[in-house]
Nanobody, 117 residues
Framework: VQLVESGGGLVQPGGSLRLSCAAS????????MSWVRQAPGKGLEWLSS???????NYIDSVRGRFTISRDNAKDTVYLQMNGLKREDTAVYYC????????????RGRGTQVTVSS
């Protein structure tokens, strides 16, 4: 299993970023995929999941601002982040798993998102 995140960076409050996660080494289109994050000094926080058929769910703090999507033809999952806030600063990880199993599921190395003026 290999998951490689990209797209992070430094953005001003209110800005947008689109994260990507390229998956390989497994049959991507049969797995729920999720995004989680870890803010400085805090534990992993589940953000959003998407089923193989595109059913999505979100934690309340990002619903309406973040959008998860996937392209099964490209074995890639995305996270569009709009209206970013300083408290969104964290390392963002792609996970092969759902909102309950994510702490123990395979994840990538992460991509840093910093929201600052």
């Amino acid at each position: 299993v290999q998951l490689v995140e990209s797209g992070g960076g430094l953005v001003q409050p209110g800005g947008s970023l689109r994260l990507s996660c390229a998956a390989s080494g497994f049959t991507f289109n049969i797995y729920i995929m999720s995004w989680v994050r870890q803010a400085p000094g805090k534990g992993l926080e589940w953000l959003s999941s998407i089923s193989p058929t595109g059913i999505t769910n979100y934690i309340d703090s990002v619903r309406g601002r973040f959008t998860i999507s996937r392209d099964n033809a490209k074995d890639t999952v995305y996270l569009q982040m709009n209206g970013l806030k300083r408290e969104d600063t964290a390392v963002y990880y792609c996970v092969r798993g759902d909102r309950f199993s994510y702490p123990d599921d395979p994840r990538g190395r992460g991509t840093q998102v910093t929201v600052s003026s």
